[in-house]
């Protein structure tokens, strides 16, 4: 376990839902990725990503799919593509990355709580 936080520490992250609406192959990533662009609402827009996903989802089943990801880090370039948001997942047992999402649709844009 990492070291304890306070809630005001948690409360700077500002974590968000948002709606995949494209994603393409990143054949310039060093590891397998895709190319994202997420939709976080009027507040906010869309904003770009990347994530190491190749080996559990399709572009297909990814666009149109809500995911939470971290709005507020500054962006970082990965390779030809500026990176805006982290989006956000758990390694499964075999190291492969499960994205993180609500259960139930929820506007976008809301805040993490």
């Known amino acids: ?6 809630f ?12 995949i609406v494209e994603a393409e192959p990143f054949p310039e990533a060093r590891k397998p990725a895709y190319k ?6 009027e507040k906010i827009g869309t904003r770009k990503s990347s994530a190491q996903i190749t080996n ?3 572009i297909e089943e990814l666009v149109g ?7 507020n880090f500054p962006p970082r370039q990965i390779g030809p593509v500026m990176s805006e948001v982290l989006v956000l997942g758990f390694f499964d047992k075999d190291g492969q990355v499960s994205l993180v999402a609500p259960d139930h ?4 844009g809301e805040r993490l709580c």
């Open 36 to 41: 994202l662009k997420v939709d976080f609402g």
């Open 65 to 71: 799919r809500q995911v939470a990801a971290v709005v």
């Open 105 to 108: 649709e929820v506007p976008l």
């Open 8 to 19: 005001d520490d948690f409360l700077k992250v500002d974590i968000r839902v948002g709606r």
């Open 1 to 6: 376990m990492e070291k304890q936080i306070t």
């Open 56 to 58: 559990l989802y399709e």
